[in-house]
């Protein structure tokens, strides 16, 4: 174990953050063991990946059947039905009136910055409005969406221009949702002009932000302003899709709807797929080539990424997100009244994407999060936190858990959390 250590941090950058002292040797469902034998509860669901858990024996099935097919051809050198399967899949699920297109990608990152790229395409404007506490991904385009400076852009420099941050509702934190309404007019009247802007990118709930749900008249007004100077309103999905929040989308929690969505995680069952689904004559903007990627649409991510549409239908994960995150949130606010903690400022979350945000006084806690976080793994519990101050946990179990191995995640929580603050 120490000489796998060592040989990480000789081979590997430090700016590949480790949550864990430990290493994985295999997994199954919701529980993770590590090469010394140790057995953990997975709350973590590789950053929100595994909705239908590590290795659903589904996914495995049809990843196997397309692998004695083809492994790889590039689509867009030689095309393959199973990729227009999804893409048509796609279509019929995601929440955008009229007529739809879809395409396929490797990466969130790589998700977000064609979006941004189709946007500018249909607009021929160069201007993106995204918001703080944002994370977009990690490349070039992406990062500079990304609304947190630490650990993102601290040391990068000067990012791409033409971007600007608004603030995002969070009345924890006392921004209202006018607030954040009035900050795109400020962007407007002090840094662009709204006849300079191609898109507006947010996500209906921030993940790396802390899991801060967008209110309803946030959504609205953002499709209004949208709409008044033909803007591309984008949906960042990449956390929030695939029944995190209890909905197949999470704009489904919403009336206003985006001309384009971003999708990846969850889609892919564990295996590398993103996507793009939008409005057709968006999603037409740019020219035969200004689209793809080499691995884009992989055909083993394409397979696995249609057993779990199939999945969530058959194991009804939507109603099972939903009953999963209320007893989650139910457990947490009885622990918090019972023992009268002060410490856990709020509980929040719409299905299964609940967040516990930490406080000492009047200020956000890293370091309790970091506590419980720490207690958790040492009974077994694999938790990650999250937030602009880094005091959120955030729960990001496998939906198809059993329900007995939740109800014991449910009691090393509540244990961890007064062994913390206690």
Not at 196 to 219: H, K, M, S, T
Not at 220 to 238: M, P, Q, S, Y
Not at 323 to 347: P, R, V, Y
Not at 395 to 413: G, H, R, S, V, W
Request: hydrophobic share 40%; aromatic share 8%.
């Amino acid at each position: 174990m120490q000489n796998l250590a060592q040989r990480r941090e000789a081979a590997t950058p430090r700016g590949i953050g480790i949550a864990c002292d430990w290493f994985v040797s295999e997994a199954q469902n919701a529980t993770i063991k590590s090469i010394d034998g140790r057995e953990f509860i997975d709350f973590a669901g590789g950053i929100a990946v595994l909705n239908v858990g590590h290795r659903h024996p589904k996914v495995i099935q049809a990843v196997q059947a397309q692998l004695a097919r083809f492994t790889h051809t590039a689509y867009q050198v030689t095309p393959y039905e199973s990729y227009i399967e999804l893409a048509e899949k796609i279509n019929a699920l995601a929440p955008i009136y009229g007529v739809k297109k879809s395409c396929f990608f490797t990466t969130g990152g790589e998700a977000t910055e064609n979006a941004i790229k189709i946007a500018k395409g249909h607009t021929k404007r160069y201007g993106v409005i995204a918001f703080g506490g944002a994370f977009h991904g990690r490349t070039s385009m992406a990062v500079s969406m990304t609304g947190k400076v630490s650990p993102y852009k601290a040391e990068i420099g000067v990012g791409m221009p033409g971007v600007y941050h608004a603030y995002y509702p969070n009345e924890l934190h006392g921004v209202s949702v006018k607030d954040a309404l009035k900050s795109l007019e400020f962007i407007c009247q002090c840094s662009i002009a709204p006849k300079d802007v191609a898109a507006v990118i947010f996500e209906p709930v921030q993940g790396e932000g802390g899991f801060n749900p967008a209110p309803a008249e946030f959504v609205e007004g953002l499709r209004a302003f949208c709409d008044t100077h033909k803007i591309v309103l984008i949906a960042d999905e990449v956390q929030t899709g695939f029944c995190r929040t209890g909905k197949t989308f999470a704009m489904e929690h919403f009336k206003p709807q985006a001309d384009i969505i971003c999708i990846a995680k969850s889609l892919g069952g564990g295996l590398p797929i993103s996507g793009i689904v939008g409005k057709a004559d968006i999603m037409d903007s740019l020219s035969a080539g200004g689209l793809g990627g080499t691995y884009a649409g992989n055909p083993l991510a394409v397979a696995a990424a249609l057993e779990v549409l199939k999945i969530i239908e058959e194991e009804n994960l939507n109603e099972k997100a939903n009953k999963l995150g209320q007893q989650l949130k139910d457990s947490l606010n009885a622990l918090k009244e019972k023992e009268n903690i002060a410490q856990m400022a709020q509980i929040r979350g719409l299905g299964s994407m609940v967040a516990l945000e930490l406080f000492e006084g009047n200020k956000p806690s890293a370091n309790l999060a970091k506590a419980v976080q720490k207690e958790a793994m040492a009974q077994g519990l694999l938790l990650l936190t999250c937030g602009s101050y880094a005091n959120v946990i955030r729960f990001l179990y496998p939906l198809t858990i059993p329900q007995a191995q939740f109800d014991k995640a449910l009691e090393i929580l509540n244990n961890s959390i007064k062994k913390a603050i206690a």
